[in-house]
């Protein structure tokens, strides 16, 4: 008779390309997105050193997610049904690490990309990763939680550090942007001005128009930059979320549903 581990989907976390970290780093990290797959889903999840030594010495290629020949040889090498494909990099900004995965089923073909998660310092790993189970493996089933006799079920949502999201990203980019061609639009409508201002009378009303316009432009860039920075500030601070316990009643019985938020 098969276990019950036998008939669970098998997930292997494959790592791919990593940026600013060695391969010691790459596994830990790998093991440990495992170990929170298999605390939230019902699933046995494998990654790290476990699958570093059933993949090729040198490794995969790097366009082995687009290549099926390549992604059905390492799901046969690793003995999975499903892979999760990691990219990642270490962003610079006092250790912080994101990490990009793709999912594939090799025995289908499909594939998807999932959402980046983004760590603040390698100790919010776990607590990030048990918190993107259900996007990583949408279809996979959830854990059973265990039930205390009717009582209270309690589930600690764990603390999101502040970190530069996609937007803030985007409105830091933009705000960059803005305040170049404020200072370049700028400089140039001083040039002119001083052009003009040097020789009054053969100043045309043409490049006087042209200077007011210039200016206009220095302007609004200094307005869009200033109004980015803000907004790229407003989106960082507000990026964070505080550990809080969700507690409710269990369905068994006749009792009602109450729902109990708490901040810690």
Known sequence: MQSAAADKLRVAIVPGIAVNLDAARVDALSQE???ALEAELDIEAFGGLEVRRQLPPDGIPPDCVATPTCVADVAQRVGAQQLLFVVMVDTGTGG?????TTWMEPASGKSASRPAI????LSDARARF???APQLLPDAPVRPKPKLGGGPVGTMKPEVPRHFTTPARVTAVVSGVGFGLGIAMGLRARSKY???DASPNTCTESQRDSIRTTGLIADAGLAIGIGCAIATTVLFVTSGQEARMVVAPTT???GGTVTWLGRF
């Open 33 to 35: 997105l495992a170990d």
């Open 96 to 100: 912080a690490i994101q990490v990009d």
């Open 118 to 121: 983004d760590i603040a310092t």
């Open 130 to 132: 048990v918190a993107s």
């Open 194 to 196: 001083n052009d003009c």
């Open 252 to 254: 068994e019985g006749s």
